[in-house]
């Protein structure tokens, strides 16, 4: 599937019915999931792969995955909500993707590749870290989206962990108003996608 045709079909994935602000709940949008997604699969994360998306929200990368050729896709969330959305939009786009409710400090299995847009920690300092802790843990390949000012402090946890950052991509991530302290109708936000082997 191209770029474009796979980001024609992600954005029929519904937002958050109900975002939570303690859950940093934002949609990654479909142009920048596709980028992500057919990045992985050219180098050959995607394919033949099984593919967990932690913090999956209604579930644009496992899908993605699913669709792009992944052997097996999962996506996991704390929100029961998102979980349900998420199932109806894979039965929809004809994705096969196992979804469920879990929190990802329990969540283990065995990956080939982890895809995910964790918290920034703009509620909740360090929120990102039990993410890329359980990703790092579960899968040799992790690729993440993190605040862009956040890349120095992640170099340095990247390591502790024995791993590093072996690519990495700038976007600019719009978040729309969903929450009454957000003061403008949009924001860009500079973020940055880590791939981690």
Avoid: W
Wanted: charged share 25%; aromatic share 8%; proline share 6%.
């Amino acid at each position: 599937m191209k770029k474009k045709e796979l980001e024609r079909v992600l954005q029929n994935i519904p937002p958050h019915r109900c975002p939570r602000p303690s859950l940093e709940q934002y949609c990654t949008p479909a142009s920048i999931a596709a980028d992500i997604l057919y990045t992985a699969t050219m180098l050959g994360d995607i394919e033949g792969c099984r593919v967990v998306d932690l913090g999956c929200g209604t579930g644009i990368f496992a899908i993605g995955a699913s669709l792009m050729g992944a052997s097996s896709a999962i996506g996991v969330d704390i929100d029961p909500k998102a979980v349900e959305d998420a199932r109806e939009a894979a039965e929809r786009l004809g994705a096969d993707v196992e979804f469920m409710v879990g929190d990802v400090k329990e969540f283990r299995r065995d990956a080939d590749t982890v895809i995910m847009n964790p918290p920034f920690g703009a509620q909740r300092r360090k929120a990102d870290r039990p993410f890329l802790e359980a990703a790092i843990s579960m899968a040799p390949v992790v690729y993440s989206i993190h605040n862009a000012s956040t890349t120095r402090f992640l170099e340095r946890m990247i390591a502790s962990l024995d791993r590093k950052i072996a690519f990495q991509k700038s976007y600019k991530f719009q978040i729309p108003h969903l929450f009454e302290f957000h003061e403008k109708s949009k924001k860009d936000i500079d973020v940055v996608l880590l791939r981690i082997c």
